[in-house]
């Protein structure tokens, strides 16, 4: 089961916010974790994701040089942390994972939604 600890909120456009997923019941070092999120009436989208036993890390384009995803193995935590907020990422945010064999974290496959565990989402607001 993928626990998903977030305290997302209301920040100011160009604030920062730390986004945390918790694993439980599962091993975070066996498998690869992604950053999803949904923005009203459109569809869910893939943001980051992380192999802990290849190393990949891996952004979508709207967020690269602004989100930073991380790890801390002896809590079963992945991090996002988000700086330089826009408007354009008020969302909601998931992180979901998958097993390590799946190769998910890779360049061509990590924007796919198709993920073994997902956790319940947490909203980030963005103020203008």
């Known amino acids: 089961e993928v626990q998903l600890q977030a305290w997302g909120g209301l920040v100011q456009a160009g604030g920062s916010l730390r986004l945390s997923c918790a694993g439980s019941?599962?091993?975070?070092?066996?498998?690869?974790i992604g950053w999803f999120r949904q923005a009203p009436g459109k569809e869910r989208e893939a943001v980051s994701c992380?192999?802990?036993?290849?190393?990949?890390?891996h952004y979508t384009d709207s967020v690269k040089g602004r989100f930073t995803i991380s790890s801390d193995k002896a809590k079963n935590t992945v991090y996002l942390q988000m700086s330089g907020l826009e408007p354009e990422d008020t969302a909601v945010y998931y992180c979901?994972?998958?097993?390590?064999?799946?190769?998910?974290?890779?360049?061509?496959?990590?924007?796919?939604?198709?993920?073994?565990?997902w956790g319940q989402g947490t909203q980030v607001t963005v103020s203008s």
């Open positions: 019941g599962l091993n975070f070092a066996d498998y690869d």
């Open positions: 992380i192999s802990h036993v290849r190393g990949n890390i």
């Open positions: 979901a994972a998958d097993p390590s064999w799946s190769y998910y974290c890779s360049p061509r496959t990590f924007q796919r939604l198709q993920m073994n565990t």
